[in-house]
């Protein structure tokens, strides 16, 4: 035990000396001008007691910082050190993700963004109120809800590991001083505070990884020595046309499950919407979209080319195996531990270069976390607070409702990160649950906008149908793999460079060399649970599909003369009939702004429509 306790010290140690006054002089430049951006639009820029500003920005935005924000809050933390141990382990067939975000940005142009747009919804769960019904809203919103609360500690928790791990620093210590940090800026200046800061950390999270990818070719011997070890390593693979939906990784499992994932992600997400909105004009929130799919597809292939870069390093002394690096103290026990230990490897020479990469992963979660708490801070006052209250708010009570809103949720997400730590399991429960959901709510968004004959009965079964039908699988499969009846080896590694004194675990040597990565059972997993992970959004949305089309015509379908056209995607808009006399969207007059004694009321007045 007390050797235990000496090797222990020693690496903390070890990693101290190189996580130097400089590296941390970076890492708080970044939090403190996070903290003094939410300080200058608190106070000094803006009103942040109306909500059009504190949720949308005043609806003034630029393109740029739209951009940038929406790209850093879909690149976490663990898409930062989880996508190249996804490569190191079973190749690039995930870079086949390039093509799935190309298909998402046409159907997001296409469809989505033109409805979203039109209707400009403070939360987009007041669609399915406007298409269905108030019930379909509140359990759709619910579902969100919980799912993002549950997944911000995760986003937080694998970066303020990654911090532990080169610096020594307790999770509990670090987690509050960058939860807090988030939370103030987050408060005090609302989307714009959100949306500059994102942009903001992002020069600190794509400045990290390409000093990283520069030095790691400089190590290997350039780009091409390093698909050349990686080429004889199985590891270059994207085109894998098997159609087996039981495998792990396809070209089909990527392209189509993906699509289903990301549209929940960036088509009908309430933050992505949000950003729909907070630009002024429709041309700008299309030239939004392009720029972001761009963006996102560089820093996919920056993530992926970096598993290669750790791949051409490592691959005749597997660290995981040996259960370390070679030159280091360090100790590397999980596949995502890989990429810090990389890091201070190649880079620890050099000073600040450590600290720049922990404050790219570290912005990385704070992106993904204000732009989630915003979010969900938005969406509880929206569909829970108003509905409960049945009248809107002023302003100022509104903006402060919202505040109260993050400081809560922000606080209850700091204590489940401690909960993280303690109970492992609630990890693959927080990604898990985030699949499940995904794939219902992309099934009633789209339910409502593609099928004019769907009503509130058909969607409220199928969202029920789907959530719990997902889960039901999602929770088999986690059981299968907790009880190790199901594993998912990697592909082939080797130890052979490994110095003679190294000390090797040979059962976590891999051997496989085909194409694909294998799927190994003890022959008692039902093959409902072999499902391909990835697929788990698409197999929600064909239960809410097989479920809501039938129970809408057996309860009766929507009658499509009194279906507002703009409620539907714009291509299937001309094949209603022409709208009923009746019809509460025919309306003979509106409301219009007049001028009463200096004052401006709505009053009705006799304006054809």
């Given amino acids: 035990m007390d050797n235990q306790t000496s090797a222990e010290n020693a690496s903390i140690s070890s ?9 941390y002089l970076v890492f708080s430049l970044m939090l403190g001008l996070s903290a003094l951006i939410g300080i200058y639009y608190g106070c000094y820029k803006g009103n942040q007691n109306t909500v059009s500003e504190y949720m949308q920005g005043g609806k003034k935005m630029g393109v740029f910082p739209i951009t940038m924000s929406l790209i850093a809050s879909h690149v976490s933390g663990i898409t930062l050190l989880g996508v190249p141990a996804e490569i190191y382990r079973y190749g690039t067939q995930y870079y086949a993700i390039v093509f799935c975000i190309v298909s998402v940005t046409a159907v997001i142009m296409l469809f989505y963004l033109p409805v979203f747009f039109k209707l400009q919804l403070n939360s987009p769960y007041e669609y399915l109120e406007r298409r269905f019904s108030y019930n379909v809203r509140l359990l759709a919103s619910f579902a969100f809800s919980i799912s993002l609360i549950l997944y911000i500690p995760v986003v937080i928790y694998v970066p303020a590991l990654a911090f532990n791990q080169v610096t020594g620093m307790s999770v509990h210590t670090i987690t509050p001083i960058v939860c807090l940090v988030c939370i103030f800026y987050t408060t005090l200046g609302g989307l714009k505070a959100v949306v500059w800061s994102d942009a903001l950390q992002s020069v600190f999270t794509f400045g990290s990884v390409l000093i990283i990818i520069a030095i790691g070719c400089n190590v290997v011997g350039g780009p091409s020595e390093v698909f050349r070890i990686n080429n004889e390593g199985h590891r270059l693979e994207v085109f ?8 792990r990784n396809t070209f089909w499992t990527i392209t189509v499950g993906m699509t289903l994932q990301w549209i929940a992600h960036l088509a009908i997400h309430p933050g992505a919407i949000q950003r729909f909105i907070a630009v002024p004009t429709y041309r700008d929130a299309q030239k939004r979209t392009l720029w972001v799919a761009v963006g996102l597809a560089l820093v996919k292939s920056a993530s992926v080319f970096t598993g290669l870069l750790i791949y051409s390093k490592y691959h005749d002394c597997d660290p995981i195996a040996t259960q370390g690096i070679t030159g280091s103290q360090l100790v590397v026990s999980k596949p995502g531990q890989i990429l810090p230990y990389y890091v201070m490897d190649i880079a620890g020479r050099y000073p600040g270069i450590t600290g720049v990469f922990i404050s790219g992963v570290v912005s990385a979660a704070l992106s993904t976390m204000s732009a989630s708490l915003n979010t969900v801070a938005g969406t509880i006052y929206e569909d829970f607070v108003l509905l409960c209250f049945k009248q809107r708010h002023s302003d100022a009570v509104a903006s402060f409702a919202m505040k109260c809103i993050v400081l809560v949720l922000g606080a209850v997400c700091v204590a489940l990160v401690l909960v993280v730590e303690k109970l492992g399991g609630i990890l693959q429960m927080a990604i898990s649950l985030s699949g499940v959901t995904n794939g219902a709510l992309a099934f009633v968004f789209s339910f409502g906008m593609f099928y004019p004959w769907a009503n509130s009965k058909g969607a409220m079964a199928g969202l029920v149908a789907s959530l719990l039908g997902t889960s039901w699988i999602v929770a088999g499969a986690q059981a299968v793999i907790a009880e190790g009846r199901m594993k998912f080896p990697g592909k082939i590694t ?8 190294s000390s090797i675990n040979h059962d976590l040597v891999e051997t496989y060399t085909g194409v694909g990565s294998p799927v190994w059972t003890d022959g008692t ?71 009463l004694n200096g004052a401006t009321e709505k009053e009705s007045a006799n304006v054809i429509v």
């Fill in 525 to 595: 997993v039902d093959m409902l649970y072999q499902v391909s992970y990835i697929y788990y959004a698409v197999v929600g949305m064909l239960i809410g599909v097989a479920v809501g089309v039938p129970v809408s015509h057996l309860t009766g379908a929507q009658d499509l003369t009194t279906l507002d056209p703009d409620l539907l995607v714009p291509q299937i808009r001309s094949l209603l009939p022409p709208p009923s006399v009746h019809s509460k969207h025919n309306k003979d007059y509106v409301l219009v702004p007049v001028k």
């Fill in 240 to 247: 894998n046309m098997d159609t087996n939906p039981f495998a």
């Fill in 15 to 23: 990693m101290l000396m190189m996580f130097n006054w400089v590296e």
């Fill in 494 to 501: 080797s130890v052979d460079g490994c110095p003679a004194n």
